[in-house]
């Protein structure tokens, strides 16, 4: 604790200096070169996600966290003014570090739902989300009913898991069973392994999973088409800050920038 303070003190020290020297200089240039010195204390809008959701966020090689939410959200902070900050935790950590004040808001691919609604609040939606399901490429499982009886896989508290297991539990899929994983990327390992029959995740995660692993396939099926929002904390003073910028940058086409430029039509 101390060692942080004592480098939180250094630099403010630097910051002042850097400012005062700055002032000294006393042209216009130099005002700008203050305000930028200033950058380091703009406030942080403190994002929670989780970056093996690609593309939407995943780390890139030289271990950025990268993606359209993060870059999404990069362009909102800038807006206002903020500096942000990405913070990577397991998908069914994202409400409670929202809700708990941790977080300030919540993106990665997260599907507005009534449920989800109960706890927080969401922005507009900024993109459409499809539930698909994977399978083996010589797998019998052709459709949604091929599931019946089937072990399914799915990633922890997400909607393809809640969806799955409502199916299971209304006697839709008969003897099927679920299969949790903490992440896509880990269902996807257990299902080409053989150790099950389909997973049931995001359209766009789904499509770069396939294109990475041999041997799987989407079925060409929808079954569940979604929207994808930001989450905050109910009364959170940040939520019409955010959702304007977020509102303007629809209108101006910068969502579909960014969309496009890690999604190929
Ligand atoms: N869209 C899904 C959900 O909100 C999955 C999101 C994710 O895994 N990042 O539950």
């Not at 939410?69 to 942000?84: N, P, S, T, V, Y």
């Not at 922890?156 to 006697?171: A, K, Q, V």
């Not at 994808?228 to 303007?248: C, M, P, R």
């Amino acid at each position: 604790m101390k060692k942080i303070l004592k480098i939180t003190a250094l630099i403010l020290a630097a910051a002042l200096a850097a400012a005062s020297l700055n002032a000294c200089a006393g042209n216009g240039e130099s005002a700008t070169k203050t305000s930028d010195g200033a950058a380091e204390t703009k406030q942080k809008l403190i994002m929670a996600t989780n970056a093996y959701f690609p593309p939407y966020e995943f780390y890139d090689d030289s271990g950025n966290i990268i993606g359209i939410d993060a870059e999404i959200a990069e362009l909102i902070a800038d807006k206002l003014d903020m500096e942000l900050v990405i913070e990577d935790m397991e998908f069914d950590s994202i409400l409670s570090a929202i809700t708990s004040g941790k977080a300030d808001m919540g993106m990665a691919g997260m599907t507005v739902t009534e449920e989800r609604l109960k706890s927080v609040d969401f922005s507009v939606s900024y993109a459409t989300g499809k539930q698909v399901i994977i399978v083996k490429s010589d797998s019998q499982i052709t459709s949604f009913d091929g599931l019946t009886d089937k072990t399914i896989g799915v990633q922890l508290m997400t909607t393809g898991d809640t969806y799955i297991l409502e199916d299971i539990e209304s006697g839709n899929l008969g003897n099927a069973k679920l299969s949790q994983y903490a992440s896509g990327f880990e269902a996807i390992g257990d299902l080409v392994n053989g150790r099950i029959d389909a997973v049931v995740i995001d359209n766009e995660p789904a499509k770069v999973f396939v294109s990475k692993n041999e041997g799987i396939k989407i079925l060409p099926t929808e079954y569940v088409v979604e929207d994808y929002a930001i989450a905050f904390a109910k009364g959170s003073s940040l939520t019409s800050k955010v959702n304007a910028a977020l509102e303007e940058l629809i209108a101006d086409g910068s969502v579909k920038n960014v969309v496009d430029k890690y999604i190929t039509a």
